[in-house]
């Protein structure tokens, strides 16, 4: 439904003219064509799934919907896949899965049940078995929307947070888009959580879930295949987007791509955006440095955060998508100079309005 909704801001216009690229290993965008192995569009759409993979929602003939880039799967070392959704905006993420021929991991499921049958089709299709186990990142609905597609066959797993804070949200993007067909959701939280560490193995593939702080949100994990060099990040990096810490920590988030570095990974799943190398990080830092400033200069000028975004001087930050969230990460720095705990809750009704102003006044489409 909101696939095709226009991006209202001058920096998200300017992401959409460069939205094809080619940093990193696996990097694509909706523009540019897949890479090889990956599912083409036509091949990707919901018309050509079995009857048990299309929601009601769905059954409507595939001409009446828009035509948008469709998510593919890209192999990134044997039994390791990312299933990338472009374009990687609001609802948008990335998901991703492990397999040895015996056992499934998945990393993330959609924000839609549509799309996270897709997702579970996906895998069946590349010969996996059915998953044993997911793994939420975090918990916003776009990476756990969809965990009652693959359960209760599978074991969802995730931090204590996200199981804390998916279950006190509920089923948040509802109240956020309420216009957005998700079809049958069944909000799933994580029945085993950890808090510092959990090692997990598919077969002989070792994966390491780690809880980096308070960074994007309470509750965030990396899944950490070591030998594999690969990372999934979840949304502590956005590739072409605007970083999002208004749930989180500035600082957090900060000290999360130091730990992320430590890692020396070659690849990098994003939790949004193509996915790409560790380069990424250093764009990233820098713009978390740049809110940093701004909100110190702001804060010691009396100035609010809306204004201090209003007038800010984007600069290379420009090309991001989502430049709203800039005026939410202000309101998330401006806390912490006042000594509010690292994600401790702020007024999301102030955070999402003041993104509203700086979208034009037109509230932020999901894209899902």
Same mark, same amino acid.
């Given at each position: 439904?909101?696939? =095709? #909704? &226009?991006?209202?801001? $001058? @920096?998200?216009? !300017?992401? /959409?003219?460069?939205?094809?690229?080619?940093?990193? %290993?696996?990097?694509?965008?909706?523009?540019?064509?897949?890479?090889?192995?990956?599912?083409?569009?036509?091949?990707? =759409? #919901? &018309?050509?799934?079995? $009857? @048990?993979?299309? !929601?009601? /929602?769905?059954?409507?003939?595939?001409?009446?919907? %828009?035509?948008?880039?469709?998510?593919?799967?890209?192999?990134?070392?044997?039994?390791?896949?990312?299933?990338?959704?472009?374009?990687?905006?609001?609802?948008?993420?990335?998901?991703?899965?492990?397999?040895?021929?015996?056992?499934?991991?998945?990393?993330?499921?959609?924000?839609?049940?549509?799309?996270?049958?897709?997702?579970?089709?996906?895998?069946?299709?590349?010969?996996?078995?059915?998953?044993?186990?997911?793994?939420?990142?975090?918990?916003?609905?776009?990476?756990?929307?969809?965990?009652?597609?693959?359960?209760?066959?599978?074991?969802?797993?995730?931090?204590?947070?996200?199981?804390?804070?998916?279950?006190?949200?509920?089923?948040?993007?509802?109240?956020?888009?309420?216009?957005?067909?998700?079809?049958?959701?069944?909000?799933?939280?994580?029945?085993?959580?950890?808090?510092?560490?959990?090692?997990?193995?598919?077969?002989?593939?070792?994966?390491?879930?780690?809880?980096?702080?308070?960074?994007?949100?309470?509750?965030?994990?990396?899944?950490?295949?070591?030998?594999?060099?690969?990372?999934?990040?979840?949304?502590?990096?956005?590739?072409?987007?605007?970083?999002?810490?208004?749930?989180?920590?500035?600082?957090?988030?900060?000290?999360?791509?130091?730990?992320?570095?430590?890692?020396?990974?070659?690849?990098?799943?994003?939790?949004?955006?193509?996915?790409?190398?560790?380069?990424?990080?250093?764009?990233?830092?820098?713009?978390?440095?740049?809110?940093?400033?701004?909100?110190?200069?702001?804060?010691?000028?009396?100035?609010?955060?809306?204004?201090?975004?209003?007038?800010?001087?984007?600069?290379?930050?420009?090309?991001?998508?989502?430049?709203?969230?800039?005026?939410?990460?202000?309101?998330?720095?401006?806390?912490?100079?006042?000594?509010?705990?690292?994600?401790?809750?702020?007024?999301?009704?102030?955070?999402?309005?003041?993104?509203?102003?700086?979208?034009?006044?037109?509230?932020?489409?999901?894209?899902?």
């Amino acid at each position: 439904m909101c696939d =095709s #909704a &226009a991006r209202n801001t $001058p @920096a998200q216009a !300017s992401a /959409a003219q460069t939205a094809a690229r080619t940093s990193g %290993p696996g990097a694509t965008g909706p523009d540019a064509a897949p890479p090889p192995g990956a599912a083409t569009p036509a091949d990707a =759409s #919901a &018309a050509d799934a079995s $009857p @048990a993979d299309v !929601s009601p /929602a769905d059954a409507s003939p595939a001409a009446e919907r %828009p035509v948008v880039p469709e998510p593919y799967l890209t192999e990134l070392a044997a039994g390791v896949h990312a299933f990338i959704q472009p374009d990687g905006g609001w609802c948008l993420n990335n998901a991703g899965f492990v397999t040895d021929g015996d056992a499934t991991l998945v990393v993330d499921t959609a924000a839609t049940e549509r799309r996270a049958r897709l997702l579970r089709r996906r895998i069946a299709e590349s010969g996996a078995p059915a998953p044993r186990m997911v793994v939420n990142t975090h918990h916003h609905g776009d990476h756990t929307y969809g965990n009652g597609v693959f359960a209760p066959e599978a074991t969802v797993i995730g931090h204590a947070s996200c199981r804390r804070e998916l279950l006190a949200a509920g089923q948040q993007l509802h109240a956020v888009w309420p216009q957005v067909d998700y079809g049958d959701i069944r909000l799933t939280a994580p029945e085993i959580t950890y808090t510092d560490e959990l090692a997990l193995h598919v077969g002989d593939i070792e994966v390491r879930l780690i809880h980096p702080g308070v960074a994007h949100t309470t509750g965030d994990t990396l899944v950490w295949l070591p030998r594999q060099r690969i990372v999934f990040a979840g949304d502590l990096v956005f590739h072409g987007g605007t970083p999002f810490v208004f749930m989180g920590s500035l600082a957090g988030s900060l000290r999360a791509l130091e730990l992320l570095r430590t890692l020396d990974a070659v690849t990098v799943v994003p939790g949004h955006g193509p996915v790409t190398g560790p380069e990424v990080y250093d764009g990233i830092e820098r713009y978390l440095r740049f809110v940093g400033r701004l909100a110190q200069e702001g804060r010691a000028a009396g100035r609010t955060p809306l204004e201090v975004a209003r007038e800010a001087d984007l600069g290379p930050f420009a090309e991001l998508a989502e430049s709203e969230r800039l005026v939410a990460n202000l309101h998330r720095a401006y806390a912490e100079l006042a000594g509010v705990a690292p994600g401790a809750p702020l007024d999301l009704v102030a955070g999402f309005g003041d993104m509203t102003v700086m979208n034009g006044g037109v509230p932020m489409a999901c894209h899902a």
